[in-house]
């Protein structure tokens, strides 16, 4: 596994938001290149990374983009694609990232399970950064947080966690992480778009669901058992 920079900003404080549930830090990631002034300045690439790639404003998308705002000295990292089986080689490699460019701080966002109507956000530090959510003090932590946190000894690590609702992309969660980033980094940011998305999301799922308790309600019989529906 190897990275690429065209520009080393120093100082700079890395975001990292890879695949999980809810999609949280995906839509985090997406959201924060939309909506601020950045440009691609590197990537990673590896072998053993599923070969997906995009194409967006007509160039070619790598799995694993690396994107910088100057105003706020930010390097954001976008992954399409999920690291299971490959974690301990891309925590090294954000670390070496963060060695190269002396990073201030890596902030890993990270989701959760949750069955509460209303999610939680949490947090834990290892230099002692507090955030105006609840900290974390017992937990068990996997995958590529995990790594990062036992890779990164030497670098301030802040890992955001969010509750998320695991069978579809949660916009409201995202959204709360966007707010907790951007008050905790000084950043004027604008989370309505996130917030709209998860209301017409939102309405569109009780429209899904209303649907789905008719098809319930006009089960076919045993005789009719064949029939199937797609939707």
Not at 34 to 44: N, Q, S, T
Not at 53 to 82: D, F, G, M, R, W
Not at 155 to 179: M, N, R, T, W, Y
Request: aromatic share 8%; proline share 4%.
């Amino acid at each position: 596994m190897k990275f690429t920079l065209t520009k080393k900003p120093k100082g700079a404080t890395i975001i990292q938001g890879f695949p999980s549930m809810g999609l949280v830090s995906t839509l985090c990631t997406k959201f924060l290149i939309d909506h601020l002034d950045v440009e691609a300045i590197g990537y990673i690439e590896s072998e053993f990374a599923m070969p997906l790639t995009a194409i967006h404003k007509s160039e070619v998308v790598y799995p694993i983009t690396l994107y910088y705002n100057k105003k706020y000295n930010l390097i954001i990292i976008q992954a399409l694609t999920e690291v299971t089986g490959f974690e301990w080689q891309v925590a090294n490699t954000i670390v070496e990232i963060a060695k190269t460019i002396e990073a201030k701080q890596i902030i890993v966002l990270e989701s959760m399970p949750s069955h509460e109507e209303n999610v939680q956000l949490y947090y834990y530090s290892n230099n002692k950064t507090k955030l105006n959510i609840k900290p974390v003090t017992e937990s068990v932590i996997m995958g590529i947080t995990a790594a990062t946190l036992l890779k990164a000894k030497k670098i301030p690590v802040l890992c955001i966690f969010a509750e998320a609702h695991s069978q579809f992309p949660d916009s409201e969660s995202a959204a709360k992480v966007v707010g907790v980033i951007g008050e905790y980094l000084g950043m004027k940011i604008d989370i309505k778009p996130l917030l709209e998305a998860a209301k017409k999301f939102e309405a569109n799922l009780r429209q899904i669901m209303e649907r789905t308790k008719q098809l319930k309600n006009n089960t076919p019989t045993k005789e009719n058992d064949d029939v199937n529906y797609f939707g």
